[in-house]
């Protein structure tokens, strides 16, 4: 089994509909983090959490919100969706006891907005 | 506002040469990491570089970082088929103080190509 699972890897809605991305991780990290990738523009931070009762704003979260249910769990909600959110969206951890913020990334959630 | 950038964003080798990417990021900080993405997949890290000077190797890839210059190079030594794939640079942000924020900024990927 996958470290840092995704679902759903594949989601086609319509611009108005609420959508959920769910995150899971078995590395027993406490840091979480959602991002968005765009051709182009790299990976940019939606949200990220440092443990369950610590979230914060990204550079990008207008639109977006997130929750935190465990430390394992860490989701991100599109309210209300519109076409500009058709992106490829990644969950990842890091374990900064390590010494380093190394991401372990999950396989990633295709979202298309019509 | 911590700004990544890479250059190339496009680059077509054929085997067998050299070339570089570069990566400029531009605030304070000492933690600069590569990751690699093949196509329709996720992303992976290669390399971490922690301070000055740091040199890091995998193959016939190398990495290195120079904090003065904010500036992280990332060299392909005979390229192969196989390193085809998406590079990006990440920047772990830190204040003056040299504490990280814990968060990653990216840079816009290069999308390496090698031709036989």
């Known amino acids: 089994d996958a470290d840092v699972t995704q679902t759903p890897r594949n989601r086609i809605t319509k611009t108005g509909k609420r959508i959920m991305l769910e995150c899971s991780q078995t590395?027993?990290?406490?840091?979480m983090y959602w991002y968005r990738q765009d051709p182009g523009l790299g990976l940019r931070l939606i949200y990220y959490s440092f443990d369950v009762k610590d979230i914060n704003k990204g550079e990008i979260s207008d639109g977006y919100s997130v929750s935190r249910q465990a430390q394992a769990k860490f989701s991100l909600s599109l309210e209300s969706a519109i076409p500009n959110q058709t992106a490829l969206y990644f969950c990842?951890?890091?374990?900064?006891?390590?010494?380093?913020?190394?991401?372990?990334f999950g396989a990633g959630s295709r979202l298309t907005v019509l | 506002e911590l700004k990544v950038e890479q250059n190339p964003l496009f680059l077509s080798m054929q085997e067998g040469k050299n070339y570089t990417i570069y990566c400029n990021y531009s605030?304070?900080?000492?933690?600069l990491y590569w990751y690699r993405q093949d196509p329709g997949k996720s992303l992976e890290s290669l390399f971490v570089?922690?301070?000055?000077?740091a040199v890091k190797q995998e193959g016939r890839l190398m990495a290195s970082l120079d904090t003065k210059a904010r500036l992280s190079t990332l060299h392909i030594t005979a390229a192969v088929h196989d390193l085809s794939a998406t590079y990006f640079c990440?920047?772990?942000?830190?204040?003056?103080?040299?504490?990280?924020?814990?968060?990653?900024?990216f840079g816009q990927g290069t999308i390496l190509t090698v031709h036989p």
């Open positions: 590395k027993g990290h406490d840091r």
């Open positions: 570089l922690l301070s000055n000077g």
């Open positions: 990842a951890t890091s374990d900064p006891d390590r010494g380093t913020n190394v991401l372990t």
């Open positions: 605030t304070t900080s000492d933690r």
């Open positions: 990440a920047v772990d942000w830190a204040n003056a103080g040299g504490t990280s924020y814990g968060k990653l900024t």
